[in-house]
């Protein structure tokens, strides 16, 4: 999550009946973190799961609970929440709660200020897997998106009552996720876009080898600003620990010549190939079948070392490349090697950064290296930076990138 990229943004949080309620907990505070203010509005079921006392604590604001709340000078409650949010998200949504928005019914605060907004929508259902496969449901589900309202989830797994399916709500980090990615302007939106990132592993024997200092940061911000942005995103990812950004998929490999092979395998299918794994220059020409001992002679291994495959030099040779990115970590002189690495590797665009100063951090500083020249963007942190490079990237795109 950026710092505080959701800032500005005013959401009215709906929520209905169900044991996901306590999720809703943990979700305000994500939403509250990231800059958004959070109104809660809560069904008479809602309050059975969590208090409003609760909500009111995490939300920091006074909770909505019911239509004649004397409260509101005006007593259209129904009309002045809506009109200040950005976006309704409800909840959990309850099978009851959805078959009433799809007939646009006004019952309640709740319902009454969804059919009043003039706002999106956004829907979280949390079922038992029986009533999420009803027919019925199925049809108010099939309703609410021709209406135009976001339906987030919902998840597969174990479920409360003990059954396994269709229906669970999606955690709250993943629902927030959902939500600040609705937020982005769709800017890569029908775009494929295939990343590495992370550091490579190659083996001297079963259990050493050699690797480097990437965490891996900066590649999985850049995919999740890729996805946020409206693509299709696939990320080959090398030995890291970090979670794979919300609607990614995640490839896991180890090696420079494996990382080399799933991207030769993936690059026929995406438009925009962004190059930002450390991967390895060499290997080993010959790894251990066994763990190398030390000798009583003390005398030293020695290793002959082959050159790895250039992943993003190979994807550029291709006939019909897609729109390629490198990356250039440098410990001195980056403009003379930044644009030297870009032609060398025959890319549009390489990003620059003073790579060992980054290593791990939160924050980066880059230059963009291309054939009219080099520019400098600002200090931020890893993700901001990461949505700055998407809208760079997005702006020079070839029109024909889509017909390759
Ligand atoms: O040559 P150097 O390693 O500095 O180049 C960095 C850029 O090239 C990065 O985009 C990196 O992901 C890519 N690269 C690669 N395959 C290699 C070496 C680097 O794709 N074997």
Redesign the pocket.
């Known amino acids: 999550m950026a710092t505080a990229e959701l800032a500005g943004k005013h959401l009215v949080l709906g929520m209905s009946g169900g044991i996901a309620c306590y999720k809703i907990a943990e979700l305000t505070r994500l939403l509250t973190k990231a800059g958004a203010t959070v109104q809660v509005v809560m069904t008479e079921a809602a309050t059975q799961f969590i208090t409003p006392i609760t909500m009111q604590a995490l939300s920091g604001r006074p909770v909505y609970t019911s239509q004649w709340d004397a409260r509101v000078p005006n007593n259209m409650a129904h009309i002045d929440l809506s009109r200040e949010a950005d976006a309704i998200v409800i909840a959990p949504a309850s099978t009851d709660f959805l078959a009433r928005l799809a007939h646009g019914m006004a019952d309640d605060l709740l319902s009454t200020l969804c059919v009043a907004r003039d706002c999106p929508l956004l829907v979280v259902p949390a079922m038992n897997r029986q009533m999420w496969q009803n027919p019925a449901t199925q049809r108010n589900v099939a309703q609410l998106r021709a209406d135009g309202i976001e339906v987030l989830g919902p998840d597969s797994g174990p479920q409360a009552c003990g059954e396994v399916g269709d229906g669970r709500m999606l955690e709250a980090a993943a629902t927030y996720e959902a939500i600040a990615s609705f937020f982005q302007p769709k800017i890569l939106a029908g775009r494929r876009v295939l990343l ?1 990132a992370g550091p490579t592993f190659e083996p001297l024997d079963p259990v050493r080898g050699i690797t480097n200092r990437s965490s891996g940061k900066m590649g999985f911000a850049l995919a999740r600003a890729a996805q946020q942005a409206g693509a299709d995103v696939h990320l080959i990812a090398g030995p890291v620990a970090l979670e794979t950004p919300w609607g990614v998929i995640r490839e896991d490999v180890q090696t ?1 010549q494996q ?2 092979d799933a991207v030769m395998r993936a690059v026929p299918d995406y438009d925009i190939f962004i ?7 060499w290997r080993v020409d010959h790894i251990s079948e066994h763990k190398i001992k030390k000798t009583a002679e003390r005398v030293m291994p020695t290793f002959t070392f082959v050159e ?8 550029a040779k291709l006939p019909h490349p897609p729109f390629c ?6 410990s001195g002189d980056l403009d003379v090697h930044g644009e030297e ?1 870009r032609v060398r ?1 025959n890319v549009p665009l ?1 990003i620059g950064n003073l790579g060992p100063l980054t290593f791990g951090l939160d924050d980066n500083e880059v230059v963009l290296f291309e054939a009219s020249g080099a520019t400098k963007l600002p200090r931020a942190d890893k993700q901001t930076l990461a949505g700055a490079l998407i809208a760079e990237i997005a702006k020079r795109l070839p029109d024909t990138s889509l017909i390759r």
């Not at 790895?308 to 994807?315: C, T």
Request: hydrophobic share 55%; proline share 4%.
């Open positions: 590495t420079a990382m080399h190059g930002v794994a450390a991967v390895a220059d790895n495959p250039d992943i993003l030099a190979s994807v990115v490198g990356f250039a970590a440098e690495k590797k390489l």
